[in-house]
């Protein structure tokens, strides 16, 4: 019989075993360990968004060399000013923008020396964008100084220039009215056409963090000419997304009733949104005194999914106010065997199907309904339910989630082997294509038991509500 101590134990062996080196240093983690006769596709890199919850379980060993190394190796692939033409000059036609980190990199070698190649998403599947990486980075580098106390890494000069170039690639004007991020498809998790171009929430969520992160680590010389413009970001984004992402029923009612056509400042419908556009699903489905974060929002469309790596970190890094987070909570209480199934969790739910699959999707065969990201279970949501839970005092939902995943793998460990995601309604299934031994599966669960145990973690990851002072113009 195997037991939860196995399990884990089980986990830390698997997680070392796909540390990446570079020479004889950690450099990172690659993204599902090889299996004899299985092609890995690009599943040998590090990526940077799988590399957080790897990160994170070291840093609650003491072990922040690896992620140190990570954190320097990572922002010399960022382009800038000094790399950028080398960096080009190995693209096919593609020109990222400086400030952009890669969506992951690998360790190859030349004449007989290790050598560092990142993709910037001129070879991934689709040409994606991985705006999430930049994001991700300076999120995991605040945790490493909040875990390790080492605040000298961040106020490295290169450092300082990293964050800057960040700040600057997000806060370029461009032609947006919004304070959200406009991205293109496929920009972080969800990596594939999906509908999820736009101001998704999952971008919006990492990228208010990013701010908050980037206010916190900035020296003064590098604060001073930002600081202002942080600050009123942030105001913005926190107004937009707490008012005009928020689902609940009162909020359906509303737009149930909507006018449109509206023209001028002091409109209601401010985007159009057409009451025949809310799905039915969606006052059916939503329970009394719960509520959830829409996937996404732009003229005349809002994106009615509940995604759930959005929502989360919207709780962990105070975007919701206080209601909202319990709120959010109280759904997945209700909702649990549809967002939480036999595997926590579902990244999106509910699937697209059918004519709207065909639409949504580009006729996807990888994400048919209740698969990969159409609907299915990603284990490495465990770690975020755990810390939303944490962080709205609902300790035991984080528990509960622990529980189903801990159920299922002292049962089938040996023949799940810690697949990437499941699929079906309630995630039961192991996924069509899923990797095995996927590192950021075992990694989120050790930092989910990390978080139970040691609860103080939690604040490498989240962050106090923001405060807005002065005039905020929405
Ligand atoms: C898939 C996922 C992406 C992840 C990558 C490596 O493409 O969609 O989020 O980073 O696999 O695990």
New binding site residues.
């Given amino acids: 019989m195997v037991t939860e101590d196995a399990l884990l134990n089980e986990a830390w062996e698997r997680l070392e075993a796909s540390i990446l080196k570079y020479g004889e240093e950690p450099v990172g983690t690659v ?2 360990t090889p299996e004899a006769g299985v092609k890995q596709y690009n ?1 040998g890199h590090c ?1 940077i ?2 590399f957080v919850p790897s990160g994170l379980a070291f840093l609650t060993k003491g072990r922040g060399k690896v992620v140190s190394n990570f954190l320097i190796q990572t922002l010399k692939l960022q382009i800038n000013h000094n790399n950028i033409e080398e960096i080009r000059a190995h693209m096919d036609g593609a020109r990222p923008g400086i400030g952009l980190m890669p969506a992951s990199f690998e360790v190859e070698e030349e004449n007989g020396e290790p050598v560092i190649r990142a993709d910037y998403g001129e070879r991934a599947i689709g040409r994606v964008t991985p705006v999430d990486s930049c994001l991700w980075w300076l999120i995991l580098l605040r945790a490493y100084t909040k875990a390790t106390g080492d605040s000298n890494l961040a106020h490295e000069p290169e450092f300082q220039e990293g964050i800057k170039l960040i700040l600057e690639l997000c806060l370029v004007k461009r032609f947006d009215m919004y304070p959200t991020l406009l991205v293109p498809d496929g920009a972080f ?4 056409r999906m509908g999820v171009f736009g101001r998704p929430l999952e971008i919006q969520a990492l990228f208010y963090a990013t701010l908050l992160a980037a206010d916190e680590l900035l020296l003064p010389e590098y604060k001073i000419p930002v600081h202002d413009e942080i600050q009123q970001r942030l105001a913005r984004l926190k107004i937009h997304i707490q008012q005009h992402y928020w689902i609940d029923l009162d909020r359906v009612n509303e737009i149930h009733r909507y006018e449109n056509e509206e023209f001028g400042e002091e409109v209601v419908n401010k985007f159009n949104i057409y009451p025949d556009s809310v799905p039915t699903w969606v006052a059916e489905w939503l329970p009394k005194q719960a509520g959830y974060l829409a996937g996404n929002l732009g003229p005349g469309w809002m994106d009615f999914r509940f995604f759930a790596l959005g929502n989360l970190m919207s709780i962990i890094c105070s975007l919701t106010d206080t209601q909202q987070s319990q709120d959010i909570m109280n759904l997945i209480a209700r909702k649990w065997s549809d967002l939480v199934g036999d595997m926590p969790m579902k990244i999106c739910f509910p699937a697209v199907e059918d004519k709207e699959w065909q639409w949504v999707t580009g006729c996807d065969p990888k994400n048919i309904r209740w698969s990969y ?1 159409n609907g299915g279970n990603w284990p490495v949501l465990l770690w975020f339910m755990v810390a939303a839970a944490q962080k709205t005092g609902r300790t035991s939902l984080g528990d509960r989630a622990i529980k189903v995943a801990e159920k299922r793998w002292l049962e089938y460990k040996d023949k799940d082997k810690w697949p ?1 995601y499941y699929d079906g309604k309630k995630g039961t299934l192991v996924g069509k294509k899923a990797m095995r031994y ?1 590192t ?1 599966t075992l990694a989120a669960y050790i930092v989910a038991k990390d978080l139970m145990e040691n609860p103080q973690h939690l604040e490498w990851i989240s962050f106090e509500d923001f405060e807005i002072s002065g005039k905020v113009e929405v």
């Fill in positions: 993204a599902a599943y990526f968004r799988d998790m969800i990596d594939r990201h990437e996927q950021w």
